[in-house]
């Protein structure tokens, strides 16, 4: 009912920069958060940004200054700039928002199945 689909991964060299996209469709009345999170092989899932409806956002400490979320509530599409990548930022990057599917339903989680960003020369 609810689907989110990343795009905007490859492989980048060191110091190189990747915008990434999130489209949400299907059942949505609203979208209160979406969000980005990256897990790295063999390490768990950790927050990236998030940005709010009204257009608030938050960062991880380790990455404010070099990536920068960004939304467009009409077209329930969200993306996230990444620039001076490092080594360190290679992972699955996958997207998540908080949906409300219909005016009388309540809000529920959603994930998209991930894109892969490799930082290597």
């Known amino acids: 009912q609810v689907q989110l689909v990343e795009s905007g991964g490859g492989l980048v060299q060191p110091g190189g920069s990747l915008r990434l996209s999130c489209a949400a469709s299907?059942?949505?009345?609203?979208?209160?958060?979406m969000a980005w999170y990256r897990q790295a092989s063999g390490k768990q899932r950790e927050f990236v940004a998030v940005i709010t409806s009204d257009g608030s956002t938050s960062y991880a400490d380790s990455l404010k200054g070099r990536f920068t979320i960004s939304r467009d509530n009409a077209k329930n599409t969200m993306w996230l700039q990444m620039n001076s990548l490092k080594p360190e930022d290679t992972a699955v990057y996958y997207c998540?928002?908080?949906?409300?599917?219909?005016?009388?339903?309540?809000?529920?989680?959603?994930w998209g199945q991930g894109t892969q960003v490799i930082v290597s020369s």
């Open positions: 998540n928002a908080n949906v409300r599917p219909t005016k009388g339903s309540n809000y529920g989680t959603y």
């Open positions: 299907g059942s949505i009345f609203s979208i209160y958060a």
